[in-house]
């Protein structure tokens, strides 16, 4: 990606950058826009920086030499673990999504079906999430490390728990009846997570193990998937109740922990990420913000926009 300010691309200076007006910079972007280039708007990286001064970032379509290949699910945490790590070292890279039911390409990469999987040329595919954030964090042709370490928060860790039965409840039917996640676009892949993702008898509440889930008929899978959509009200107004403990455990906008951005960051923002796909979520202003700003900033999209 070449960055480059309004002004150079008329070989301008850049004291003459830091003058040009709003409608120069519109018909620059809306006519770099109509020749199919990818753009991208940022504070110049060095005369404009800090001054407001917008700069222009384009990219042709082709990505550099050495761009890995990520694979993984949407609705995964921890593909978008490692979705994160990418994007706040700005390391450009290949999204490949894998259907449930393939089982064939991650087999073929490190033997197993595993995601995610980074494959960078040249090197043995790798699955392990957290051992692909720390080859991304730590790779020094893209500066250096971004994240500090985790921290021992156990009041986070408690409220996330009393998150997680809730947002199982509610997030599972979703995913199979969300028509975007590329995973699920497929009857063959909604019939696998089904068979291969538990949800609690609608009537005790027990959730079977995942071996004997797998053994009831798959009948008895969508009756309980449909059991908890038809039930989306009342487990949402539990969610939402849940939610509210969230205040004071957010430090600020750019990251979780008061220490500054870290694997704390990792780890929260892609465990709550699903919450966005949950049509009618009350999510309080802190852990909003949060989210948005987050999202923003490692370059992964929130699911708002097709939420149900």
């Known amino acids: 990606v070449a960055r480059v300010c309004f002004c150079s691309l008329k070989g301008r200076s850049m004291k003459t ?3 040009i007006g709003f409608l120069r910079r519109a018909f620059l972007l809306a006519t770099a826009t109509s020749t199919g280039l990818f753009l991208a708007l940022n504070n110049h990286q060095s005369g404009c920086a800090g001054q407001g001064i917008t700069a222009l970032a384009v990219a042709p379509g082709n990505m550099p030499p050495g761009t890995p290949r990520l694979y993984g699910y949407d609705h995964s945490h921890y593909t978008v673990r490692c979705r994160m790590a990418l994007g706040l070292k700005q390391m450009p890279y290949r999204m490949v999504w894998i259907a449930e039911d393939d089982s064939e390409t991650p087999t073929e990469l490190v033997g197993k079906k595993v995601t995610p999987i980074i ?16 080859r991304v964090d730590n790779d020094v042709a893209y500066g250096p490390p971004r994240l500090k ?5 156990p009041e986070v860790e408690t409220w996330l728990k009393r998150l997680s039965v809730p947002m199982r409840n509610l997030g599972r039917p979703r995913y199979v009846r969300s028509p975007m996640l590329p995973e699920f676009r497929s009857r063959s892949a909604r019939n696998r997570f089904m068979t291969t993702h538990p949800l609690p008898d609608p009537k005790t509440g027990i959730a079977l193990s995942k071996a004997e889930w797998a053994q009831l008929p798959h009948d008895e899978h ?4 449909d059991h908890f959509w038809a039930e989306s009200e009342a487990q949402l107004a539990g969610l939402n109740e849940a939610l509210q403990g969230v205040q004071g455990l957010i430090a600020s906008q750019e990251h979780v922990s008061p220490h500054g951005l870290s ?6 923002f892609s465990r709550l990420r699903g919450l966005t796909l949950i049509r009618g979520i009350d999510l309080p202003g802190a852990l909003a913000d949060y989210l948005t700003a987050m999202s923003e900033q490692a370059d992964v999209p929130l699911l708002t926009q097709m939420s149900l």
């Open 119 to 134: 494959e960078f040329p040249g090197e043995a595919p790798m699955a392990e999430s957290a051992d692909i954030i720390s």
């Open 222 to 225: 969508i009756r309980v998937y």
């Open 149 to 153: 370490q985790r921290t021992e928060r």
């Open 17 to 19: 950058c830091r003058s």
């Open 263 to 268: 694997w704390d960051d990792i780890i929260f």
